[in-house]
Structure formats: C-alpha cells, structure tokens
C-alpha cells in the first residue's frame, strides 16, 4: 500500500503545502555545508554531476553518478529522487518542530505534468509554464501566510549571465520565468516513447531502434554516453532540461535547480504509465540490470547501496495522483530517432557550423563520393534499399542556449521557420544541447550526436512530389524562441553543430 501520493503541480496554488514545504525545506538544505553533509542541497546535487572545477580535485563519496544514455537511466533517477524525498521530509519535521508549526508528515514530491494542456493557447500560460511558486522572487514566511515575505528558495533568477558566471549566479534561461511555456508541446509529449514496446534494445540486436528506456548498455553505468538514449530520454526528458537552460540546461548544475526534482518525478511517473500501457510492456529481467547497485545517502545522511530490484521495491510506497493525465495521450509528432548511426556516408557537410538564435540555420550537404547510389540521391532522391539516416555530430554550445532546435530535410524556402508545430512533411527530429555543453565535465569534447531515419520521410517527399531537385540542404530552427535582444547581446549563446551526414547501411 503507497503511502504518500505524488500530486500534480500544475494544478496546484501557488503556494500549496506541498511547495510551501518543498520550498522552505530546500532553503534549510542550503544552509548545511556541502562538503560535510550528504543531506546538503549541494552534495545532492553533486550526486547527479559535478562542475569542472571541482570533479579533480576533493571529490566525496557519491557524486557525479547520474548515468544518461542507457538503460540505468530510469532506475538511477528512480532511486535518486526517493531518497531525495526522503531527506525533505524529514526537514519539513524538523523545520515545523524548531518553529512551533504543524507540518504535513506524509510530503511527497510534486510532478511537473507539462504535457497536460497539449494545446495552449500562447501567450497565456500552458502546463510548460514553470509553476507560480517556481518564478515569485518571494514567498510567504510562514504556512499560514502571515508575516513578512522572505526569500523563495524556489526562483532562479532568468536575467543574462556572463559566462565566467555560470556557476556562480543560480540562474535560468533569459526569459524563461514569464514564458507561457519554456518549449512547445511536441518537445514536451511522451507520445511517441509511449508507443515504443521495448523498454531497451537487445543486445546485439541486428537493427539499430528507438526503445522506451535506452540501450542496453550491459553492466557498465556511463555517467554520460553519446549512444542509446530511448526515446523518454531524448523527449521530453532532454528537451526539458534544454528549455529551462541555464543550470537545469546542464547535466552538473541542473539537480541545484529546484524544478528538476519536479521535472524527473514526471519522467518517473512515464515509467508506471508506460508499463500499465501495453499488455507486452515490461521491464527488463537481465540480471546486470537487477543486480546494479547505487550509491545514495538516507535523510541521517548514512551511505547506502541499493540495487535496482531494492530501488524498484522502495518505490511501492508512493503513488502518482494520475497516470493519464499528461502522459501521452495526445498526439505528438515522433522522430524517427536511431541509437546509433551507421558509417556509409553518401552526403555530407562542410565541418562547423554556428547555429542562428533567431531562425533557421541552413547547412548544404554535397556528394562524399561518386558511387551511383549517391548520385541517384542527390538528382532524384532515390532511396537506397538499404535505407538512409541522418546524423548530427559535434552538437555543442558554451552554455545551454535556451532551446531544442528541430531538424528538417530540405525544406522549400520559407518553411521550417519556427512557427509551426513540427508536423510539417520535412521535420525529422530534435537536436538537444543537454550534456554538450564546454561547461560540462564529462565529454570527449566531440560534442551530443543524434541520428534519425529519414527513409520513408524522403520517399514520402519524393511520392508526393515534393523532393526539389537540385542541393539537399537540411535547416536546423530553434523549437522555441529566444528573446531577440538576448541574440544581439555579448552573452548571447553560441550553440553550433559540426557536421550532418546522410548514410545507409
Ligand atoms: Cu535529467
């Protein structure tokens, strides 16, 4: 039997119990010294990733764990976040003993249901609005909302940072406190990682296929691998973490944001959604999977090593307040996306490209060899039998650059310019900056890589009559728009791609 119930943020007051105590709890962890106490907001943080600066040097036990781009995705967070609510709730106590007030004893972690309002009627705030108490400077100093305002340890301020100031100015992406929604719905849905039936790929597996939750990585734990993110983990997981930028916009600094504990209590919730989903939906019975073990620290801050099939055991004590609302059931536009590319290459750009804050960024794509395959391609768009797939290499920015941007295949002037829902017959998919940053710890340097296959979009372009001849050019256009005069400012962003390529196997 749960007994506590995560419940929906966005159907929240402003200040409901929930983030009121959410709130004054994580002010209280702030206060504890990071290098001492486990419990301290900055440890926890830390647990996920590390800054630069300190990753060398006077390391703790438990940091820099958080694994992205595999099968331990899902489980890691799981157990991450329970004994996260763990240590708030038993702050709230101690908070509410210390001030004479009541507090509720059963807290559990709201979820951010971003996905809820699939339309939004734009400029008033949708579900992928940040939360009210996410974006007031203040709060209420006590429960019953008497006193002076004070502080709310919630709000990030979302103004321009110099980038030497990254780490030392909390911060969100410019603008993202008033905007009606930090990315559009189709970046936000689960839709299309519902409608997978692998939760990960077979080892092995002949063909490389988007799964529910990664690749299936073996016994390794990377901490951050280009290859075999699932669909869940590309959107709307990274797409988030790429619309709220700044600290949330990097894998080291987003735990420090408040709102991502809220952000991956909802991709937790796609989990139990996903399994009750489809009768042959099931997670994986490996044991490298069920016997992996983690390291995390209780609310008295004791080191302890759970392994998958304990973290899945803790989580029968919550429960979700819905398991429909916002998890997929409205359509959503899907990439074809891939977990790895193959190595033909037919097409191929020039080397390093700037991508534009304001609109769309058109790369050219010119023949890499003579064979007849490529030169049926590029005159007609003929598709070779063996399929074709379109990679992105060397995705990076100096910091997080406020948005996804969305891909199209050699979309006729004028089109692809950002207004449109993703549903045109050209999109292929997302490019997604979190984990690529030069801030980052972890890269090899070559920067995010995501590949899609694009056969039947470009046999469906060619049917329809819709394949112009002559240079095949794809456009890359920021899924969300960036304030313009943050574009024209010296702190402006400065994401860029290295190549695209277009192989077959
Ligand atoms: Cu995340």
């Given at each position: 039997?749960?007994?506590?119930?995560?419940?929906?943020?966005?159907?929240?007051?402003?200040?409901?119990?929930?983030?009121?105590?959410?709130?004054?709890?994580?002010?209280?962890?702030?206060?504890?010294?990071?290098?001492?106490?486990?419990?301290?907001?900055?440890?926890?943080?830390?647990?996920?990733?590390?800054?630069?600066?300190?990753?060398?040097?006077?390391?703790?036990?438990?940091?820099?764990?958080?694994?992205?781009?595999?099968?331990?995705?899902?489980?890691?967070?799981?157990?991450?976040?329970?004994?996260?609510?763990?240590?708030?709730?038993?702050?709230?106590?101690?908070?509410?003993?210390?001030?004479?007030?009541?507090?509720?004893?059963?807290?559990?972690?709201?979820?951010?249901?971003?996905?809820?309002?699939?339309?939004?009627?734009?400029?008033?705030?949708?579900?992928r609005a940040l939360p009210a108490a996410f974006r007031e400077p203040t709060m209420p100093e006590n429960p019953d909302g008497s006193g002076q305002p004070v502080p709310n340890p919630l709000y990030l301020p979302d103004t321009a940072v110099p980038e030497e100031d990254f780490w030392k100015n909390p911060h969100r992406g410019v603008g993202k406190n008033s905007a009606p929604e930090v990315v559009p719905y189709d970046e936000a849905s689960p839709y299309c990682a519902m409608l997978r039936n692998l939760f990960s790929l077979p080892l092995g597996g002949p063909v490389p296929q988007p799964s529910f939750g990664s690749g299936h990585t073996g016994s390794d734990m990377p901490h951050y691998e280009r290859k075999g993110p699932g669909v869940l983990e590309l959107t709307p997981h990274a797409m988030i973490h790429d619309g709220v930028a700044g600290w949330m916009g990097e894998v080291a600094g987003s735990a420090r944001d408040p709102i991502f504990w809220l952000h991956h209590a909802n991709i937790d919730r796609f989990w139990p959604a996903w399994l009750r989903r489809g009768v042959d939906h099931s997670n994986p019975k490996d044991k490298d999977w069920l016997t992996k073990t983690y390291t995390f620290f209780d609310e008295a801050g004791t080191l302890l090593t759970p392994t998958t099939e304990e973290v899945l055991a803790n989580a029968g004590d919550y429960n979700y307040e819905s398991l429909d609302s916002g998890t997929g059931e409205q359509p959503a536009v899907c990439a074809r996306q891939l977990a790895q590319a193959e190595e033909r290459i037919l097409v191929t750009s020039n080397p390093g490209h700037t991508l534009s804050l304001a609109g769309p960024t058109e790369v050219p794509l010119e023949a890499a060899n003579d064979s007849s395959q490529t030169q049926d391609f590029l005159s007609s768009g003929a598709v070779p039998e063996t399929g074709l797939i379109l990679t992105v290499r060397g995705i990076r920015s100096n910091v997080p650059p406020g948005t996804p941007y969305r891909i199209y295949l050699n979309p006729p002037q004028g089109q692809g310019q950002g207004q449109d829902r993703p549903d045109d017959a050209y999109f292929v998919g997302w490019v997604s900056f979190f984990g690529s940053s030069e801030g980052e710890h972890h890269g090899n340097g070559d920067g995010n890589e995501f590949s899609y296959d694009i056969t039947e979009r470009v046999r469906q372009l060619q049917e329809q009559g819709m394949w112009s001849e002559g240079p095949v050019t794809v456009s890359l256009v920021p899924a969300t728009s960036i304030p313009s005069d943050l574009a024209t400012s010296p702190h402006a962003p400065q994401p860029s791609i290295d190549r695209v390529t277009i192989t077959t196997q």
């Open positions: 039997m749960a007994t506590y119930t995560r419940r929906d943020a966005t159907a929240m007051d402003t200040w409901d119990p929930v983030l009121y105590w959410y709130a004054r709890a994580v002010g209280e962890m702030q206060k504890r010294n990071p290098d001492e106490d486990p419990t301290s907001w900055v440890y926890q943080a830390r647990i996920h990733g590390v800054e630069k600066s300190r990753l060398t040097k006077d390391t703790r036990p438990g940091w820099n764990q958080c694994p992205h781009g595999g099968w331990f995705f899902l489980p890691w967070h799981r157990g991450y976040l329970w004994y996260f609510e763990k240590i708030v709730r038993a702050t709230i106590q101690q908070i509410a003993t210390r001030e004479g007030h009541s507090a509720p004893t059963d807290w559990a972690l709201p979820y951010w249901n971003y996905a809820r309002d699939p339309g939004g009627i734009l400029p008033a705030f949708t579900s």
